[in-house]
């Protein structure tokens, strides 16, 4: 009789154990799985930055990386002229809430450079770190009004603020 009412606990507790499960899964972060499947054709992507409704990243297919940005809106890339070279390679990425503003570091002619693009007037600026550093990672704030970044200064890492008018 024990042994009964056991094995029918054990089969009512298998058979609750996916509401359970999935309640407990409710309001948890999911992938968007619909976008991921857009993606997926793109091959390699890191280096995600995302703004209100723009996502940066770093794609690598063929050898080569380059930057793609993506308006979340309408879930397909939106063009960049004047911002990948085929002789450079892109090392990290950020973009502000309205996807105008790109900051990006890469690497050009053996050295590494930051460089803020607007999508805006398809323009490209660099930078200079004073004094003088190498640049690894960056973010943009979100307004596009403010650069953080890593920069490497004689084998020490640092934090630069960089206002951007």
């Known amino acids: 009789?024990?042994?009964?009412?056991?094995?029918?606990?054990?089969?009512?507790?298998?058979?609750?154990?996916?509401?359970?499960?999935?309640?407990?899964?409710?309001?948890?972060?999911?992938?968007?799985?619909?976008?991921?499947?857009?993606?997926?054709?793109?091959?390699?992507?890191?280096?995600?930055?995302?703004?209100?409704?723009?996502?940066?990243?770093?794609?690598g297919s063929g050898g080569r990386e380059r930057v793609v940005l993506i308006d979340l809106r309408g879930r397909r890339p939106v063009p960049v002229p004047g911002l990948n070279r085929p002789d450079a390679q892109p090392i990290s990425v950020s973009v502000d809430n309205r996807g105008d503003r790109l900051a990006l570091v890469r690497q050009l002619e053996g050295r590494t450079e930051l460089v803020l693009y607007r999508r805006s007037s398809q323009s490209l600026r660099p930078i200079p770190m004073v004094p003088a550093g190498v640049p690894r990672q960056v973010q943009l704030r979100a307004d596009g009004r403010q650069l953080a970044v890593q920069v490497s200064r004689n084998g020490l890492w640092q934090i630069d603020l960089i206002p951007v008018p």
């Open 1 to 59: 009789m024990a042994r009964s009412a056991g094995r029918r606990w054990a089969l009512g507790l298998a058979a609750a154990l996916p509401l359970v499960l999935g309640g407990c899964l409710d309001g948890q972060p999911r992938r968007d799985g619909a976008l991921g499947r857009q993606l997926a054709p793109l091959g390699s992507l890191r280096d995600p930055s995302l703004g209100d409704t723009w996502l940066a990243l770093i794609n």
